[in-house]
């Protein structure tokens, strides 16, 4: 049973609708657009010829029909492969790769631009929450060619007194901190796998404006999401898939719920 809340929790769709498609595909985010998610939540890698494209691992063995590291292949030797035959249609029911688009397209390696395009196409306002991955192996060109390509959007520098439609996200303080540096009213969110001893208080690094704890820091600190609130930190929790969970940040008042299955929680919340 969910409870009441005092404001509208968004729902964003982690990796896109990716319990029904494969992660980080064209089919995957159209598909949560579909399902009515407030926003998309992507990571980003470098290709070896400087592209932000959306890949989770640093290798691409498990989501596509390829081999090696993202960082070693160009744009070009990604297109080549396709980054949906991974996915079994029993394992994603919803998923029809016949439907209407270009089989190459629907699952073949996603660029930042291209979702960028897919959002500013979508004839609703649909948010980016966009995750740097390992950002300080490049010495700070990640957050450079991310800025630049959003500035390409105009979206590089949202007005300080309005949502931002697009937010960057990063378990690296350092990678937030230079987004901060050069776009500081680009909203940041601090990713955290646990809560280090010097943070517990709420407190959350410079150049961090929104807390991102994963659901596990949720159910075994619940008090520490008051704490982040007191702070006066937004909450965004990630990956929360199963209802009780949802029910639990209901209940906390977080801000934000990052899922693979955004219909189902939008529906849970009592919105479809
Ligand atoms: O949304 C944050 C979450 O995606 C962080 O973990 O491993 O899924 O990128 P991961
Ligand atoms: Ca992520």
Known sequence: MT?????????????????????????????????????????????????LVCVHDRRVNRTSNGRGAVSAL?????????????????ESPDWDPARGQAPGEFTSVLTLERLLELVSDAGRRVE????????????????????????????????????????????????????????????????????????????????????????RIVRNHPGYIARLHRAGHRVHVWTVNEPEDVDLCVRLGVEAIITNRPKQVLSQLGRL
Not at 38 to 47: F, G, K, P, S
Not at 74 to 88: P, Y
Not at 189 to 210: E, K, N, T
Request: glycine share 6%; proline share 6%; hydrophobic share 45%.
């Open 74 to 90: 160009e744009l070009a030797d990604l297109a080549a492969l396709d980054f949906g035959a991974w996915r079994d249609s029993a």
């Open 128 to 215: 980016l929450a966009i995750e740097t991955k390992h950002p300080t192996r490049w010495a700070g060109q990640v957050e450079e060619r991310l800025l630049h390509l959003l500035r390409r959007f105009g979206l590089d520098a949202p007005a300080a007194d309005e949502p931002s439609p697009v937010r960057i996200m990063s378990f690296s303080a350092r990678s937030l901190h230079r987004v901060a540096a050069a776009a500081p009213t680009l909203p940041t969110v601090y990713l955290m796998q646990f809560v280090s001893p010097r943070l517990r208080d709420g407190r959350l690094p410079a150049g961090s404006h929104i807390a991102g704890p994963g659901i």
């Open 3 to 51: 409870h009441a809340r005092q404001h509208t929790i968004q729902v964003v769709a982690h990796r896109g609708a990716s319990e029904d498609a494969p992660e980080h595909t064209l089919a995957a985010y159209m598909k949560a657009i579909e399902d009515g998610a407030d926003a998309l939540e992507c990571d980003v890698r470098l290709t070896a010829d400087g592209h």
